[in-house]
């Protein structure tokens, strides 16, 4: 397949053997969130084109995060779940095997931002296009 060429990426995180602290994953969830809700205010696609494609990085983006948080956690409950299993954790355990390869699935998503480079867009904001159209 070929591929837009891809800008420099900073190296994926070190795995660690310490989970983070509800601190730090609070942080993380507060500048996603905020990644996605200045999506809405009026910017250029250019602006925020390099942010989305680190987001949604092939390899260690959001969605391939995800994914591998869902497996890891269906790990974690199949190794502590008494046994026999009961009904509702092998329900949970196959959900979350279930909704790991649709958010993995996503990972191409990386190329479709990429691609937007190469797209036209208008380069102005939409508060610049409405003054120029004679709205105030």
Same mark, same amino acid.
């Given at each position: 397949?070929?591929?837009?060429?891809?800008?420099?990426?900073?190296?994926?995180?070190?795995?660690?053997?310490?989970?983070?602290?509800?601190?730090?994953?609070?942080?993380?969830?507060?500048?996603?969130?905020?990644?996605?809700?200045?999506?809405?205010?009026?910017?250029?696609?250019?602006?925020?084109?390099?942010?989305?494609?680190?987001?949604?990085?092939?390899?260690?983006?959001?969605?391939?995060? =995800? &994914?591998? $948080?869902?497996?890891?956690?269906?790990?974690?409950? #199949?190794?502590? /779940?008494?046994?026999?299993? *009961?009904?509702?954790?092998?329900?949970?355990?196959?959900?979350?095997?279930?909704?790991?390869?649709?958010?993995?699935?996503?990972?191409?998503?990386?190329?479709?931002?990429?691609? =937007? &480079?190469? $797209?036209?867009?208008?380069?102005?904001?939409?508060? #610049?296009?409405? /003054?120029?159209?004679?709205? *105030?």
């Amino acid at each position: 397949m070929n591929h837009p060429q891809e800008p420099h990426l900073a190296a994926p995180a070190i795995h660690r053997a310490k989970a983070p602290s509800l601190d730090e994953i609070g942080h993380a969830l507060d500048v996603l969130d905020q990644l996605a809700w200045s999506l809405r205010d009026p910017v250029l696609v250019a602006d925020f084109q390099p942010l989305l494609a680190k987001a949604l990085h092939e390899e260690y983006g959001v969605p391939m995060i =995800l &994914g591998t $948080l869902l497996r890891n956690t269906a790990h974690l409950i #199949e190794m502590h /779940a008494l046994s026999p299993w *009961s009904v509702e954790s092998r329900h949970i355990i196959a959900r979350l095997r279930a909704a790991a390869p649709e958010l993995t699935d996503c990972h191409d998503l990386h190329w479709d931002i990429l691609r =937007l &480079g190469g $797209l036209p867009f208008d380069s102005r904001l939409p508060s #610049e296009f409405r /003054a120029s159209a004679g709205e *105030s």
